[in-house]
């Protein structure tokens, strides 16, 4: 029986967000070896945001690009060796070609959801190197499905093997993951691939729909190890998949052991639908704002959900996380305004 889809695993690239982009070298040795039989097509390794991403604004990594894809290259014996990359973090000359040298054999090149102009040399020239590009639309939730699929179509013209919607946010619900996978089936000639959050606690459940409306791909991760509220957490995918006697060619039992006896020890504190999780996928934003959301509203002593809604109001993107202390500020001389106006009418 032929396989459902293809499965991309990006526990050591969306994981790296959960702990501050500090994973070791024993971490990602001896996840790849977990994992290197269990059936994945593709394992994408390294900082959160991609290729040339270690940077003081979206985090530092303990490791460079180089000492995370070797390693992970020289324990991967079946498993294709991925990397992730946002033009404008990364280049071709200082990052995909390094990278290559290291051993990727796929790329998913990525940007935002309207974006997709940038991705151009990037996609072509992996394809002119006879490797995998494949296009990446994150935080696809804030355009149309009309302009969702008039931007993959870019990424097709390009040279994209197939195009992943990223729910970077977790802001999917059923509705419109439904309308953008069968609107890009319907419209594209190669692959289609979903890749999502968790923030509503619709993952697994919108993975679901989303091969049910013809997905190719499914990007997740084990555990569901990632930013915020985490991903799609792979091994429960494959299990509700095997439920309903639908071939996936994963190897269960394998992925339950990397869970339980590595992902854990990395990640000890687990997933779960924390208040500003589901804040997040609420108001629209990526989930990687967590940290700064929580350090600004104990510097300025504002609501952390406050600050969530705020952003979405702003519509921000990853980069952007300057603006957290900014809508802080702002809350926090409102609060203040308020609380002085009070006082005024009390005496009044």
């Known amino acids: 029986m032929e396989k459902c889809c ?20 024993e971490n990602i040795r001896a996840y790849c070896r977990g994992v290197d039989a269990a059936g994945l097509d593709v394992v994408i390794v390294g900082h959160g945001n991609g290729l040339g991403a270690s940077t003081l604004q979206t985090g530092l990594s303990l490791l460079s690009d180089h000492e995370m894809l070797t390693c992970a290259k020289e324990n991967l014996k079946r498993t294709k ?3 992730f990359l946002i033009p404008g973090y990364g280049t071709i000359k200082e990052d995909i070609l390094p990278a290559m040298e290291c051993g990727a054999e796929l790329f998913c090149i990525a940007s935002h959801c309207t974006e997709a102009n940038v991705t ?49 946010a977790g802001a999917s619900v059923p509705s419109i993951v439904r309308k953008t996978i069968c609107s890009l089936k319907d419209k594209l000639e190669i692959k289609v ?7 509503l606690g619709l993952a697994v459940s919108n993975a679901l729909l ?14 569901g190890f990632g930013a915020g509220a985490g991903n799609c957490q792979l091994e429960a995918l494959a299990a509700a998949l095997q439920k309903e006697g639908i071939e996936t060619g994963l190897d269960l039992y394998k992925l339950l052991d990397v ?19 589901i804040v997040s996928g609420l ?22 959900r406050d600050i969530f809604i705020e952003l979405g109001k702003y519509k921000v993107v990853g980069g952007q996380e300057d603006v957290v202390v900014e809508v802080a500020m702002n809350l926090a001389q409102k609060s203040k305004q308020s609380v002085e106006s009070s006082m005024l009418e009390s005496l009044l």
């Open 120 to 168: 151009r040399q990037h996609i072509e020239y992996v394809r002119s190197q006879g490797k995998e590009p494949y296009g990446v639309l994150m935080m696809y939730h804030m355009a149309s499905t009309e302009i969702i699929v008039e931007q993959a179509r870019k990424m097709q013209e390009y040279g994209a093997l197939g195009v992943i919607i990223m729910d970077s």
């Open 6 to 25: 293809s499965f991309f695993d990006s526990t050591i690239r969306d994981g790296s967000h959960a702990i501050k982009h500090q994973l070791t070298m």
């Open 193 to 199: 691939g979903f890749h999502p959050h968790n923030n």
């Open 210 to 223: 989303a091969l049910d409306c013809g997905a190719d791909i499914i990007d997740a991760t084990v555990r």
């Open 283 to 304: 108001s629209g934003v990526f989930s990687s704002f967590s940290t700064h959301v929580l350090n600004a509203s104990k510097r300025f002593h504002v609501d952390p």
């Open 81 to 83: 060796l991925g990397a």
């Open 259 to 277: 869970s339980e006896d590595i992902v854990k020890d990395i990640w000890p504190n687990g997933c779960g639908l924390s208040a500003l999780s």
